[in-house]
């Protein structure tokens, strides 16, 4: 008698390809059920669910794969769903990153306006990897974290400091520190043993990780406004009808429109948190942000460099909707 064994990669795609036929999808996130990208796309699966025969299932905290593995699962079909960190893919295309230019767009207004006019060719560079966009949601503007005051460029210097991309990486490497790759549900655990010391990120995560119980200082940089993005596997896409197309293209819409309002909402929130909580909350000195404005400026031309006439033809659109 042959016995067939599945594991690994061959399992989830077995099981994918059975929870397709079952009218069943997995949605692969990464960050905490109470974060409100998850609760959003707890509600965006609801609304799927309710008005159509697919179900959706959200599964948050990482726990049906890694920040870092969902793009990759998705593409290969053994998560149908999932939501990723668009600029986390940079080194797969630059257009991923445009939304973390330094400085580019540093509020909603500008990040919204960017978004509407970097969106289509960020569908068109999905659609090369066979993947079908949904919805995007902000992350609110990027503050700096730093377990000891940043006055001046030798307070920084050789602070481990947490890269959730290329961005941060070569923000950090220009402002004499040192940059370490560590994910979002990591990020207690290394702020709390040292692994990480300082780092440029929203809000929400460091309110969702509690690193006020780690981190003593939070400056409110403005450095720009991340995004997610919630993509289908493209051929799970196309197996399904043209009504349960439409519903979730409906849901998704809802979902931006609600994630947009609610990061916008959250932002000065977040910070009323960290002073609640101990932390000591303000600007960084003139010598300081220029600093980072210089760093920022270097990394916004070695952005376009290497995101050539594509790259080009964005900033020219939004110069020209800031212009109107």
């Not at 230019?101 to 090369?128: C, M, N, R």
């Not at 949904?134 to 001046?152: E, I, M, N, R, T």
């Not at 004499?176 to 990120?201: D, R, W, Y």
């Amino acid at each position: 008698m042959n016995v067939t064994v599945l594991t690994g990669a061959s399992l989830a795609l077995a099981f994918t390809a059975g929870s397709a036929l079952a009218d069943k999808w997995d949605m692969a996130l990464a960050y905490s059920a109470t974060n409100y990208h998850s609760e959003i796309a707890a509600e965006f699966a609801a609304e799927v669910t309710a008005n159509s025969e697919l179900e959706i299932v959200t599964h948050p905290g990482g726990s049906l794969f890694g920040g870092s593995e969902i793009f990759g699962a998705v593409r290969k079909g053994l998560a149908p769903i999932g939501e990723r960190l668009i600029s986390a893919l940079g080194n797969d295309d630059a257009i991923y990153e445009v939304d973390s230019v330094p400085f580019l767009a540093s509020g909603f207004a500008d990040a919204k306006a960017l978004y509407e006019v970097s969106k289509p060719a960020l569908i068109e560079t999905l659609e090369e990897a066979r993947l079908h966009f949904l919805y995007s949601c902000p992350w609110p503007p990027q503050g700096f974290y730093s377990v000891q005051a940043a006055d001046s460029l030798d307070d920084v210097s050789g602070l481990k400091f947490r890269a959730y991309n290329a961005t941060t990486s070569k923000m950090a490497e220009g402002l004499g520190m040192v940059p370490t790759k560590i994910e979002a549900a990591e990020l207690a655990q290394a702020f709390a043993t040292g692994v990480a010391q300082s780092m440029i990120s929203s809000g929400s995560t460091g309110y969702d990780r509690k690193l006020w119980e780690h981190v003593d200082f939070y400056y409110d940089v403005k450095a720009w406004l991340p995004r997610n993005m919630v993509i289908v596997n493209g051929k799970a896409w196309k197996r399904l009808d043209e009504a349960t197309q439409a519903t979730i293209e409906t849901a998704a819409a809802n979902a931006e429109a609600k994630c947009w309002a609610k990061a916008e909402e959250l932002d000065s929130w977040y910070v009323e948190q960290f002073e609640a909580n101990g932390m000591t909350v303000g600007t960084l000195n003139a010598d300081m942000q220029a600093e980072f404005q210089r760093v920022g400026a270097e990394l916004r031309d070695a952005w376009l460099e290497r995101a050539g006439d594509k790259g080009q033809a964005v900033l020219d659109a939004f110069a020209a909707k800031q212009g109107s």
